[in-house]
């Protein structure tokens, strides 16, 4: 069947790769380009990977969910390895991590799921319930909040591990409406 090349925009005889149609050329091209990114990725993966011990988390970067740059194009270091390491299919899927280190790029520590997946590792790990308030909790923030001086929401906030924008939410009446001082 002839059609027009998503890429190239040439009429030739297309075949359907994923979600568009493109002619053999262009496929050849995508799939010489993917190539050549998993060998500089394997070549630079070895190099990282010698310096850390096996088992514990391997931290790159200060910085959370670690990139690194090929060619121009800037990759979260968990997704390429759980993809060309791994040999995980992570399109359309988040990264979880077994270890909770966000930092951390541990082939073994990455795993592949859902945001339910996600969602469900956060609720039995108890990663969810920072700074949650409760009643008495805010009754208490609500008349420390009467006579307001300066720096007592970044005082109540630190007091309570929560962040001084939902200090002032309470304040402003935006959160907890439905309690009364």
Not at 40 to 66: D, Q, V
Not at 85 to 100: A, W, Y
Not at 122 to 149: C, F
């Amino acid at each position: 069947m002839l059609k027009y090349c998503k890429n190239c925009q040439a009429v030739t005889e297309t075949y359907f790769f994923g979600k568009l149609y493109h002619c053999r050329t262009c496929q050849l091209d995508r799939a010489s380009k993917l190539q050549k990114l998993r060998v500089r990725f394997n070549k630079w993966f070895a190099t990282k990977a010698a310096g850390f011990n096996e088992g514990e988390c391997w931290e790159l970067t200060n910085t959370s969910y670690p990139t690194v740059r090929f060619s121009g194009v800037q990759y979260k270091a968990n997704r390429l390895i759980c993809r060309f390491v791994n040999k995980q299919r992570i399109r359309g899927k988040v990264i979880r991590h077994t270890c909770d280190n966000d930092k951390c790029i541990n082939p073994d520590h990455l795993i592949v799921g859902t945001s339910k997946d996600n969602s469900i590792d956060m609720a039995e790990r108890d990663r969810w319930k920072k700074g949650v308030l409760s009643i008495e909790d805010v009754k208490y923030i609500k008349t420390r909040l009467v006579n307001i001086k300066r720096g007592v929401v970044i005082e109540l906030a630190r007091m309570f591990n929560v962040s001084p924008e939902a200090i002032r939410h309470i304040k402003n009446g935006k959160n907890y409406k439905h309690v009364v001082i």
